[in-house]
C-alpha cells in the first residue's frame, strides 16, 4: 500500500524519516517552558499598549476627548485615527471576487464603529496596567445608530447599512454549478427542503495575540514581530499602510502557540502598533487579553443555509439547490469570503450529486468581524449533506450506510471536474484520485455500525439515548498557488532550512526537517530549520489550508533537491570535470576522481575548500519555489457514538472512530494528534461553543468561563483512527493535508448521531446547535415522532 | 435594578465607560430563550485591576476596626479566587483589599458538641481531606470535590466562598443542608450568630451587617446513621453548577425517614432549603424510589425565586434536571445511611 | 536572614499615586525581596519582574490553568492572586522544577505520547502533574480527572494527555514502590 510517488533525480535515500513517529525536537524546549513565545520576548525599554474599544456595536464618533486619560500617571500618548499618518487604512481580504462590494476592515476607526470592540484609539503607557486606567479615562461621544445583528434581518432591503455608500449589506456574491443548474425533480423524485443555522465560533488560541515593533538599522527599517500565521503577508501589509518600501520592513514571527485560523488574518493592531512606533519613534508592544480576544479576534462559522435536494427514489441524490448567508460581521477577514464560497465548492463531499445550483453571499453585521477558523466552511458544508443524507435514508427507508454508498464517487472516475465551484485560486473544483468506498467501509468496520443496535438496546435497558453518526468529507488542503524554501549546507558541514511554515502546533518544524533530511539522506540531527523571519524567507504564502507538510514540505524537499544540484555543480567546478562523474549517493557525493570516494554532506564545505585551496570553508545556499496550480483534496469517514442522559441532558461521547486518507503520511504521531485534536475542537463547537450578543450588539460571551471549551472530560474514551494512502497526483510527493479534517467530519457525525439518538422525538437537527444541555432537554420534551410513511408522495419543484 | 449598597455583598454590575451602570437587562437570544447576564457585564475589556491599596489584617478586630474607616468598597480579602479575577475585569472596584489570611485564630478548625467551627482562613483544600471534617461531616468533604478544581481549591477558602455566594455556588448549598452558622464580628468585639438561611434569604447575595468579617462557620455534625448525597449537574467537569443538591436523611429502626435536609442550588441564584420535600418525606419508606422522586419534584417546585436564565442553560432547564439532582442526592444519601459516627466513609 | 539573592521589582516612580508593599518571598529556591504596587497580580510579578516566562497569561480569569505554579506545597494559579498574598510564601514554577538540563521522566513521557502540540499551556500540566506525583496520586483515581480538569488545552484533545499523565503517575508509583512494573 505505500508506494513511491517521488520522481528520481539520480538521488535514492533510504526510508528513513517518512512514515515514521519521530518525536519531537523542539518539545524539549517547550517542555522546559522555553518556549519563546511573542509574550515571553524580551522588548527591552517597550511601552506597552492598551487598545481602547468602541462600547456601541454601530454610532458615529462624534469627539475623543483625551485630557483626562492623558493626564493619567504613566501615559505617554494617546493617539486616534487623526494621529497615525496611514497613507492606506484598508486591511487587505483576499477573497473578493469582481463585483465584490468594498467592506474591507479598516485599520481604525475614524467617524463610524460598527462593532463592539473594534479599535477607535491606542493608549501607549509605562505598563499595562496604567494603561488601562487610562483607556478608561478616554471619553469617546458616541451618536448610537441603530444596528443589526442578525444576517438574515441585515440582508433585507430597510435594514441599517453599515455601509451607506454601499446601498447594502449584502456585499458579496458567488454562483456556483455543476452539471445541469436547472435540474428539476422528475416523477417519484423526492423532493427535501431544508433551512441549517451554524452558530457563531471563535477560535481561542492559548496563546492570545500580541505584536510589537521597534526601529532598528538605525531607524531606517520597522521591525514588527506578531502572532500571525502570514508573516510575509503582514510585511506587505504594513509596508502599503505606512507607504513604506518594502525592504524597509521586517517581520519576525516567534513560534505560534495555537491559530487555527484566526491568526491568519491582518488585523488593526499588526498596523497600529508599527504605526504608532513610527509615530513616537519608540519600541512599543501590545500583547492582547483575553476578554479582548472574544471581542476583537476574528469570529467564525455563522451562515444560514436552504437546501433543496433532489433525490431519486433509489436514494441518490440528483441534485442540490443552496442559498446561503455568512455572518461576516462588520468588515472581510483576510479570507472571511471563504467559508461560505467552500459551502457551495465542498457540500457535495465524496458524492456525486451531479446537479448544482448555489448561491452564497456575505452579508455584513453589527459583529466582530468573520474569517476562518479550522474547516474554513467544511464543517457546515459537510453538514447539510449528511443530514440531507440521513433525512432521505428516514423518508426512504433506506439503511443510513446504504444510501452512502449509492451515492459515492467511485475510484475509477477520479480525477473530477466538480464544476464551476472553486475558490481560493481556482475556478474549477478538481478532485484528485482517492478511494471513498473503501473510506466508508474501513470507518463502518471499524466503528461496528452492523451491531450498533444492540448498543442503543443496551444503552436504553439503563435508561440511556444512544445514538450513531455516520459522516464523510472531502476537504480541500494544500491549497497554492506557490509555496518557496531557502536552504544552505553551512560551513560547519550541518543543514539549515528556511521554511515559509510557522510552526502552531502541528509540528511543522519536525515534519520538515523529516522531509529534507530524507530527501538528502542524512540523519534529522544535521538538519535545523528556521521560519518567520521575512529578512530570510521574504516571499511565500503561509500556514494554513492544512497546507504545511503537502505545500511547505514539497517545497522543502525540492530545495534540497536544489541543493544537491548546486554541490553537484560545486563539485565538478572544483575538480574541473564533468558534472556527470559525479553523483549524489544517499548522504553525500560519489566522486571518481581522481578515484571513487564519497564524501558524506558534513564534511562538503571544508572538501570543497580544500580543493579550491581557500582557507574557510563556504555556505552554499538554494532556493527554490514551487508552483502549485491544483490543490490536494483530503477525506475521511468520521462515525461518532453519543449518549444522552435524559434526567440531565448531558451528553457523552463514549466512542468516535475516524478513517482518513491524507495521502503519503510523513508523521503518523503528529498526523493522529492533529486529527484527535480537530475532533475534539468539533465536539467543543458542537456541544457548547457559542457566541451569544444580545440585541444591541453587545457580546455575552466575553471569558473562558462563558464560551465553554471542550475539556479533558470531553475526550471519547474509546477513538479508533485508521489511516489509508492514496498518493495524490495533484502533489509532487503524493501528500495531502490532514490539519482540519477533525472539525469538518465531527460536526456532522455528531450532529447525526444526536439526530439519531432523538430519533424517537418529534425534533430537527438542523444546524451546529449547539446541542447544549438546555437544547437536549428542549428537544426531549417535545412529543413523541409520529410514523413516518416509508415514501412521500412525489413532489415536483 | 440592583446596586450595590452599604453593608451588602455587591452583586457584579456593568459599566459603560466608567461612567454609567447598566445592570441586569434581559436579552432574548434565538430560539426565544430568554437570558439576563449577571456577569461580566462591563464594557471595558480590561484585565488588570484598577488600583486599590492592599493592607494585612493583624487581627481579626483589626480587619474590622479597618473596615469601620472604609469606604463601601472596601472588601475582606481571603483566597482571592473570586475577587481577584473580578477584580482583574474590573467588574469591581475596591478603595481597600483586606487581607484576613494571616490573622490569629481564623485558620482553626475547633468542636464543640454537633458542631464543627471552620475558620475563615481554612483553605478549602485542607477541609476537604482533614480527617477530623471527613469523619464528622464527610457531606462537606464530597461538596468541596465539587467547587471548581484543585488547583482552585488550594487557595480558596471555606468561608470565602460562603460570602461570596456565587449564583450556584456549593458551598451556600451544603451550608443550609448542614444549618451552617455564620459567626460574625462587628466592631467593638461585637458578635453575632446567622444562620445561613438568614444570610441567603434574599434572591441573591450574601446579607450580612455592615462592615462585618466572618470569622468562622459552624457547620452541625452529622449523626449516627446519618445518610448524605450531594448531585450536581454541570456543563462540563470544571465548570459551574448548572443546579446541585445537598442532602441529608436519617432513618429510623424500621427504614422509615426520620428526617431529612433537602437543599437546592444554581435553580437559582441563592440556594434554598426544600421544606416542603423534607415534609412530605418524613415517615415514607426509604426503599421506596418514588418518594424521593416525588420529593424531588416537590423541591424543584417549592423556589422561592424563579429559576434563573444565563448564558449556560435556562431556568426552564434548571428546573427540570433540579429534579433529578435531588433524587440522586436522596438515593445517595439512602445508600449510605448506615454509616457510623467516626469513621472515615470516604468519597462516592 | 541572609541577604536575598535578588533585589527585584520595577521601581514606583514616586509621582505615582498608586499604594505599593514590600515584599519578600522565595522562588525557586531563592529568596526575593523588593517593592511591588499592590494590585500587581502574581503571575505578573513572576513573568515581569522575575522573568520567568515558562507560565502563561492565557485567560486572566483562573480558567485555564496556564498560569499554574507551585505555592506553598500545593498546585494554584498565579493569575487569581495578587503578589502581594504571596508573602513570605515558597513558590516553583516549571523552570524551578526542571531537571538541570534536557527532560525529567515526566517530560520525555510527554514527548513520547505527543502530548503538547503548540506547548503554550505545557507548562501548567507539567506543574499539576509533579503535584499529582507528590501526592502519590494512582494513575485510576478519580482525583486524576479532577486535577486535569483545571486546564485548557485546544490543540490536543486531551487523548494523550491522559495517556502521558496516567504512564508518569504509573512510573512514579512504581518507582517509590521501587519494585519493578
Not at chain 1, 353 to 358: H, K, T
Not at chain 1, 466 to 488: D, L
Not at chain 2, 200 to 216: D, K, N
Not at chain 2, 283 to 309: C, Q, V, Y
Amino acid at each position: 500500500m505505500k508506494e513511491e510517488a517521488r520522481k528520481s533525480t539520480g538521488a535514492s535515500p533510504s526510508r528513513e524519516y517518512i512514515g515514521k513517529r519521530v518525536l519531537r525536537a523542539e518539545d524539549i524546549e517547550l517542555l522546559r517552558g522555553r518556549g519563546g513565545f511573542l509574550a515571553d520576548l524580551p522588548a527591552p525599554h517597550a511601552a506597552e499598549i492598551c487598545m481602547v474599544r468602541s462600547t456601541e456595536a454601530h454610532a458615529m464618533v462624534r469627539a475623543i476627548r483625551k485630557e483626562r486619560a492623558l493626564a493619567s500617571p504613566g501615559v505617554i500618548a494617546i493617539l486616534a485615527a487623526g494621529d497615525l499618518d496611514l497613507v492606506d487604512d484598508a486591511l487587505p481580504c483576499v477573497d473578493m471576487i469582481p463585483g465584490t462590494l468594498d467592506a474591507r476592515h479598516r485599520v481604525i476607526a475614524r467617524d463610524r464603529v460598527r462593532y463592539v470592540g473594534q479599535v477607535v484609539a491606542l493608549v501607549v503607557a509605562e505598563n499595562r496596567y496604567l494603561a488601562e486606567d487610562a483607556a478608561a479615562l478616554v471619553e469617546i461621544e458616541y451618536e448610537s445608530l441603530p444596528p443589526v445583528t442578525d444576517h438574515m434581518a441585515a440582508k433585507n432591503p430597510g435594514a441599517p447599512l453599515l455601509y451607506p455608500e454601499l446601498g447594502t449589506n449584502v456585499v458579496y456574491q458567488v454562483t456556483q454549478c455543476d452539471g445541469n443548474a436547472d435540474f428539476a425533480a422528475r416523477d417519484g423524485d423526492l423532493v427535501i427542503r431544508k433551512r441549517y443555522e451554524f452558530h457563531r465560533q471563535i477560535a481561542v488560541p492559548l496563546e492570545p495575540r500580541g505584536v510589537t515593533a521597534k526601529l532598528i538599522d538605525d531607524g531606517q527599517r520597522l521591525h514588527v514581530e506578531s502572532c500571525t500565521q502570514l508573516p510575509q503577508v503582514l510585511r506587505l501589509a504594513v509596508a502599503g499602510a505606512l507607504g513604506l518600501a518594502l525592504d524597509h520592513v521586517r517581520v519576525t514571527v516567534p513560534r505560534l502557540g495555537g491559530g487555527f485560523g484566526c491568526k491568519e488574518m491582518v488585523y488593526p493592531e499588526e498596523i497600529l502598533v508599527p504605526a504608532a512606533t513610527r509615530k513616537l519613534q519608540r519600541p512599543l508592544r501590545w500583547l492582547e487579553d483575553r476578554r479582548e480576544h472574544f471581542a476583537s479576534a476574528t469570529h467564525a462559522r455563522e451562515e444560514t443555509v436552504d437546501a433543496e435536494a433532489v433525490v431519486a427514489p433509489d436514494g441518490t441524490f440528483l441534485g442540490l439547490r443552496l442559498t446561503g448567508w455568512c455572518n461576516i460581521g462588520a468588515a472581510y477577514g483576510f479570507v472571511g469570503n471563504t467559508p461560505i464560497t467552500a459551502m457551495g465548492a465542498m457540500v457535495r463531499g465524496p458524492y456525486r450529486v451531479p446537479n448544482l445550483d448555489a448561491q452564497m453571499f456575505s452579508v455584513v453585521t453589527n459583529k466582530t468581524p468573520l474569517n476562518v477558523l479550522r474547516g474554513a466552511g467544511g464543517p457546515q458544508a459537510a453538514l447539510v449533506m449528511e443530514r440531507l443524507l440521513d433525512e432521505a435514508a428516514s423518508i426512504l427507508a433506506i439503511d443510513r450506510a446504504e444510501i452512502r454508498r449509492r451515492n459515492l464517487i467511485q475510484p475509477g472516475e477520479l480525477p473530477l471536474d466538480r464544476g464551476r465551484t472553486g475558490f481560493a485560486g481556482s475556478y474549477h473544483t478538481v478532485y484528485d484520485e482517492g478511494d471513498y468506498p473503501r473510506c466508508l467501509e474501513a470507518g463502518l468496520r471499524l466503528a461496528e455500525y452492523e451491531n450498533f443496535e444492540s448498543q442503543r438496546k443496551a444503552a436504553a435497558a439503563c435508561g440511556k439515548l444512544r445514538g450513531m453518526g455516520i459522516a464523510m468529507y472531502v476537504e480541500i488542503t494544500a491549497v497554492g498557488p506557490y509555496e518557496t524554501a531557502r536552504i544552505a549546507l553551512q560551513p560547519d558541514g550541518t543543514i539549515l532550512l528556511f521554511s515559509s511554515i510557522m510552526p502552531v502546533g502541528q509540528g511543522s518544524e519536525t515534519t520538515q526537517r523529516q522531509l529534507v533530511a530524507e530527501e538528502l539522506g542524512i540523519s534529522m540531527e544535521q538538519v535545523a530549520i528556521r521560519q518567520g523571519d521575512t529578512d530570510e524567507v521574504p516571499d511565500a504564502v503561509g500556514t494554513f489550508a492544512s497546507r504545511g507538510a503537502a505545500a511547505g514540505g514539497a517545497a522543502g524537499r525540492m530545495v534540497a533537491r536544489e541543493l544537491v544540484k548546486k554541490i553537484l555543480c560545486c563539485f565538478a567546478a572544483a575538480l574541473h570535470c564533468e558534472p556527470a562523474s559525479l553523483r549524489w549517493e544517499c548522504g553525500g557525493v560519489m566522486v571518481s576522481m581522481p578515484s571513487e570516494e564519497f564524501i558524506p554532506l558534513s564534511k562538503i564545505p571544508t572538501r570543497l575548500a580544500l580543493l579550491r585551496e581557500e582557507r574557510e570553508p563556504r555556505r552554499i545556499d538554494a532556493k527554490h519555489r514551487i508552483e502549485i496550480p491544483k490543490p490536494s483534496y483530503s477525506y475521511a469517514t468520521h462515525v461518532a457514538v453519543v449518549e444522552i442522559d435524559p434526567q440531565t441532558g448531558q451528553l457523552k461521547i463514549p466512542q468516535y472512530t475516524v478513517a482518513h486518507d491524507c495521502g503519503r503520511i510523513v508523521n503518523p504521531l503528529l498526523v493522529e494528534g492533529q486529527i484527535v485534536g480537530g475532533v475534539v475542537q468539533g465536539i467543543g463547537a458542537v456541544l457548547r461553543e457559542q457566541l451569544v450578543y444580545d440585541s444591541e450588539g453587545h457580546l455575552l460571551t466575553r471569558a473562558m468561563m462563558d464560551y465553554v471549551l471542550p475539556g479533558a472530560s470531553d475526550t471519547p474514551a474509546e477513538f479508533n483512527l485508521w489511516h489509508m494512502e492514496t498518493p495524490t497526483g495533484f502533489n509532487p510527493f503524493g501528500m495531502r493535508g490532514v490539519g482540519e479534517g477533525g472539525t469538518i467530519g465531527s460536526h456532522a457525525a455528531i450532529a447525526n448521531a444526536v439526530a439519531d439518538a432523538l430519533r424517537d422525538y418529534d425534533v430537527a437537527v438542523d444546524g451546529s446547535g449547539p446541542f447544549t444541555p438546555t437544547w437536549i432537554m428542549e428537544a426531549l420534551s417535545r412529543p413523541p415522532r409520529a410514523a413516518i410513511p416509508s415514501r412521500v408522495p412525489a413532489k415536483k419543484k | 435594578m440592583v446596586i450595590p449598597g452599604p453593608g451588602f455583598a455587591d452583586i457584579l454590575v456593568g459599566a459603560k465607560h466608567a461612567l454609567s451602570i447598566r445592570v441586569l437587562h434581559p436579552n432574548v437570544l434565538k430560539d426565544g430563550f430568554e437570558c439576563a447576564s449577571l456577569v461580566h457585564l462591563s464594557s471595558e475589556l480590561q484585565m488588570k485591576p484598577s488600583i486599590f491599596k492592599y493592607v494585612r489584617a493583624e487581627t481579626a478586630d483589626h480587619a474590622v476596626e479597618l473596615l469601620a474607616g472604609a469606604d463601601s468598597s472596601a472588601r475582606i480579602l481571603a483566597g482571592g479566587q473570586s475577587l481577584i479575577p473580578a477584580l482583574s475585569a474590573r467588574s469591581i472596584k475596591a478603595s481597600l483589599l483586606l487581607d484576613i489570611m494571616r490573622c490569629p485564630g481564623l485558620d482553626e478548625v475547633s468542636h464543640a458538641p454537633g458542631e464543627i467551627t471552620i475558620g475563615a482562613a481554612c483553605r478549602q483544600s485542607r477541609i476537604e481531606f482533614s480527617p477530623v471534617i471527613q469523619g464528622s461531616i464527610p457531606l462537606l468533604c464530597e461538596t468541596l470535590s465539587w467547587v471548581a478544581m484543585p488547583q482552585v481549591r488550594s487557595r480558596g477558602t471555606v468561608v470565602g466562598c460562603l460570602a461570596q455566594a456565587n449564583p450556584g455556588g456549593e458551598m451556600p448549598v451544603v451550608a443550609l443542608a448542614l444549618d451552617a452558622e455564620f459567626n460574625i464580628l462587628l466592631r467593638g468585639d461585637v458578635r453575632q450568630r446567622m444562620p445561613a438561611g438568614d444570610v441567603y434569604a434574599a434572591e441573591a447575595g450574601a446579607r450580612l451587617p455592615a462592615q462585618s468579617l466572618i470569622v468562622s462557620a459552624s457547620f452541625r455534625t452529622l449523626t449516627a446513621g446519618e445518610g448524605w448525597g450531594f448531585s450536581e449537574v454541570q456543563l462540563r467537569q470544571g465548570h459551574f453548577a448548572l443546579v446541585c443538591c445537598a442532602a441529608t436523611l436519617q432513618l429510623d429502626e424500621d427504614g422509615l425517614i426520620r428526617s431529612a435536609r433537602i437543599a437546592l442550588g444554581g435553580i437559582t441564584a441563592n440556594p434554598y432549603r426544600a421544606q416542603l420535600a423534607e415534609k412530605a418525606l418524613i415517615g415514607e419508606s426509604a426503599d421506596n424510589d418514588s418518594h424521593f422522586r416525588e420529593a424531588a419534584r416537590l423541591a424543584s417546585e417549592e423556589r422561592p425565586w424563579p429559576a434563573r436564565s444565563d448564558l449556560h442553560a435556562t431556568g426552564s432547564f434548571r428546573s427540570k434536571t433540579a429534579v433529578a439532582a435531588v433524587a440522586r442526592a436522596l438515593m445517595d444519601a439512602r445508600n449510605k445511611c448506615s454509616w457510623k459516627t467516626g469513621g472515615n466513609h470516604g468519597r462516592s | 536572614m541572609a541577604a536575598p539573592d535578588w533585589t527585584l521589582g520595577k521601581p514606583l516612580r514616586r509621582e505615582w499615586d498608586e499604594s505599593q508593599t514590600a515584599l519578600r518571598m522565595t522562588v525557586n529556591g531563592k529568596q526575593v525581596q523588593t517593592v511591588v504596587a499592590d494590585r500587581l497580580l502574581l503571575c505578573d510579578f513572576l513573568r515581569d519582574n522575575l522573568e520567568l516566562k515558562a507560565l502563561k497569561v492565557a485567560c486572566g480569569e483562573g480558567a485555564c490553568g496556564a498560569c499554574t505554579i507551585v505555592i506553598d506545597g500545593q498546585p494554584a494559579r498565579s493569575c487569581t492572586l495578587l503578589a502581594l498574598q504571596a508573602e513570605g510564601a515558597e513558590i516553583f514554577t516549571l523552570e524551578g522544577l526542571n531537571a538541570p538540563e534536557g527532560l525529567d521522566q515526566v517530560q520525555q513521557i510527554f514527548q513520547q505520547q505527543h502530548a503538547l502540540q503548540c506547548g503554550y499551556c505545557t507548562p501548567g500540566w507539567l506543574v499539576t502533574v509533579y503535584s499529582m506525583i507528590k501526592r502519590s496520586i494512582h494513575p485510576d483515581s478519580p482525583e486524576v480527572a479532577q486535577y486535569l480538569s483545571g486546564h485548557i488545552c485546544r490543540c490536543t484533545g486531551y487523548r494523550n494527555i491522559w495517556t502521558a499523565v496516567r504512564r508518569a503517575l504509573g512510573a512514579a508509583m512504581d518507582e517509590s514502590a521501587g519494585g519493578e512494573k
